[in-house]
């Protein structure tokens, strides 16, 4: 659950400033995403979810400041979509860390320190 005591961004780490827990409706948390130059109002789940629907993750989706978990999600699609540009465009999907390791050992020490919350 989101709260007002803690800092949160975008999953693709945009800084969240949120302003209430309890709007109408099914998106209750709203704050004001830092784009920069100027901010813009969205809504959320009590979860923190862009999208309703649990099983679908989008770079809107709130993630607390220090959870490297938006990290680790950032390298391993880029480890995704590099390799499927290796690969005549086809789409690729790593299921584990091995076995992206094993296609794509550039990404390796990123994503080992993204999970663990250290540097590469």
Same mark, same amino acid.
Request: charged share 25%; glycine share 8%; with cysteine.
């Given at each position: 659950?989101?709260s007002?005591?803690?800092? &949160?961004?975008? $999953? @693709?780490?945009?800084?969240? $400033?949120?302003? #209430?827990l309890d709007?109408?409706? #099914? &998106?209750?948390?709203?704050?004001?995403?830092?784009?920069?130059?100027?901010?813009y109002? %969205? %809504?959320?789940?009590?979860?923190?979810?862009?999208?309703? $629907?649990? &099983?679908?993750?989008t770079? &809107? @989706?709130?993630v607390?400041?220090? @959870?490297?978990?938006?990290?680790?999600?950032?390298?391993?699609?880029?480890?995704?979509?590099?390799?499927?540009?290796?690969? @005549?465009?086809?789409?690729?999907?790593?299921?584990?860390?091995?076995?992206?390791?094993?296609?794509?050992?550039?990404?390796?020490?990123g994503? $080992?320190?993204?999970k663990?919350?250290?540097?590469?």
């Amino acid at each position: 659950m989101i709260s007002m005591n803690k800092q &949160y961004q975008t $999953r @693709d780490g945009m800084p969240v $400033r949120i302003l #209430t827990l309890d709007a109408k409706g #099914t &998106y209750p948390v709203v704050g004001l995403v830092d784009v920069g130059n100027s901010e813009y109002a %969205h %809504h959320w789940t009590p979860e923190g979810k862009a999208d309703f $629907r649990s &099983y679908v993750k989008t770079n &809107y @989706d709130l993630v607390e400041v220090g @959870d490297n978990t938006a990290e680790a999600e950032k390298m391993m699609n880029a480890a995704e979509a590099y390799a499927a540009g290796l690969y @005549d465009d086809a789409p690729v999907s790593f299921s584990t860390e091995q076995e992206m390791c094993e296609t794509m050992n550039d990404f390796c020490a990123g994503w $080992r320190a993204a999970k663990k919350g250290g540097q590469a």
